[in-house]
């Protein structure tokens, strides 16, 4: 079998030996108060760090407003950039490339979560039942308030601010997170999205904030460090559009002209189906010819599916979440064909070491066999 997957690829200023690339994983791991990524973190990241990988670290937070989850990474405060530094260091030891996931949450909070106990923020106040990760499990959300205009701006400055320390600490570039139904979808789709002012009602409107977002960031980094992460199949977070079809291809088209690194595809979830809850797939291969650039695809991939999308050239690199999480050696196991550890669910969100760092790779495995 051709290995179109361990084949070099060139995403941006990147040089990658293959196209097995770490997903973006909330572990809820770092260490509280203060949500400062420790040494469990580095040890995690260095655990799956191997020479010209691309690894693309967690969501993290650019403002204490934009938390989701208790024990998330955040990007805001002096102590949270030490702590990436480590991780980042750890990372560029082993020989592999780090980008953050810069992450707001918008709606899917809670005022635990919050500085002062604050109400989370969405474009429009729309309570759609959901959950957030609060301390020790998942409980219900608290409705937002809709952000006043003015307000936006300084959203768009968060990100500004945390981008350019994300620059400072070291990593190699970025990744907007506007997947999910967090604060940049709820921009986007037109279920969470009912403003009346300029970042509502048209496609050009409610892709605004993303590329103010971007126009801004990019003040910090070359567009070859940055990319962005778009779910328009996914109905997670209670996500809905009258017409993805329209609207990505519109912010499809928006980070092609600014020629950002990559453009990063969550795959609809279920495989061969053609409508999953009423939305159209927009897959990662009907936005390749219009992004033209660098398409990594995510979403229920094993290693002979992601060897044949690559290899029909429908997109050039793909992500894995949940196998990685439970084999830190996942690049080596696909290429050598080496059967995968399966995951422990309850372990992915809450918890220490057990389900984090205690994954064996292949290696120890026949040494356990052998002894
Ligand atoms: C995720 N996912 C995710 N996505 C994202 O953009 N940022 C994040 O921080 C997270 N966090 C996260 C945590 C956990 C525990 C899971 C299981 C998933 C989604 C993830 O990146 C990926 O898109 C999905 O897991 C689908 O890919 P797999 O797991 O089928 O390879």
Redesign the pocket.
């Known amino acids: 079998m051709s290995n179109q997957l361990f084949t070099p690829v060139r995403v941006g200023a990147f040089n990658l030996a293959h196209r097995v690339v770490l ?5 809820m791991r770092s260490e509280m108060p203060g949500n400062v990524p420790g040494p469990a973190m580095v040890e995690y990241y260095e655990q799956r760090a191997t020479p010209g990988a691309l690894l693309i670290a ?2 993290t937070f650019v403002s204490r407003q934009g938390n989701g989850g208790y024990g998330s990474p955040g990007i805001e405060t002096d102590e949270q950039a030490a702590g990436w530094r480590e991780v980042v260091k750890a990372v560029h030891a082993k020989g592999a490339t780090i980008v953050l ?1 810069l ?1 707001h949450v918008g709606r899917v909070s809670h005022t635990s979560l919050q500085a002062d106990g604050g109400v989370p923020v969405s474009p429009s106040a729309i309570d759609a039942g959901l959950f957030a990760l609060l301390e020790g499990k998942p409980g219900p959300a608290t409705p937002p308030r809709a952000l006043k205009t003015g307000e936006i701006t300084e959203i768009v400055e968060q990100y500004r601010a945390a981008a350019q320390r994300a620059r400072a600490v070291g990593f190699d570039g970025i990744e907007l ?1 506007a ?2 139904g967090y604060l940049i979808d709820q921009f986007l789709q037109d279920s969470s999205n009912k403003r009346t002012d300029r970042y509502g009602g048209s496609v050009e409107n409610r892709a605004r904030f993303l590329f103010e977002v971007l126009d801004e960031v990019r003040q910090v980094w070359s567009a070859d460090r940055i990319g962005v ?1 778009i ?1 328009p199949s996914n109905s997670f977070n209670a996500m809905h559009d009258s017409d993805p079809e329209a609207l990505f291809s519109y912010v499809a088209a928006g980070l092609r002209d600014r020629k950002i690194a990559y453009l990063h595809v ?1 795959e609809p ?1 279920v495989k061969g189906s053609a409508v999953i809850n009423d939305h159209p797939p927009i897959a990662a291969a009907n936005l390749k010819p219009i992004f033209v650039g660098p398409v990594i695809a ?4 094993n290693a002979k599916d992601a060897e044949a999308i690559v290899s029909e050239g429908k997109v050039d690199l793909v ?7 439970a084999n830190p050696d996942l690049p080596r196991r696909l290429r050598e064909g080496v059967p995968l550890n399966p995951y422990d669910r309850d372990t ?2 809450y918890g220490g070491v057990t389900g984090y760092l205690d994954y064996p790779t292949s290696g120890e495995l026949e040494t356990a066999a052998v002894a």
């Open positions: 997903a973006p994983l909330t572990r967690e969501a996931q992450w997170h997947a999910n992460r779910g969550i979830r995510a979403g229920g991939f992500a894995f979440g949940r196998h990685f999480i992915f969100y």
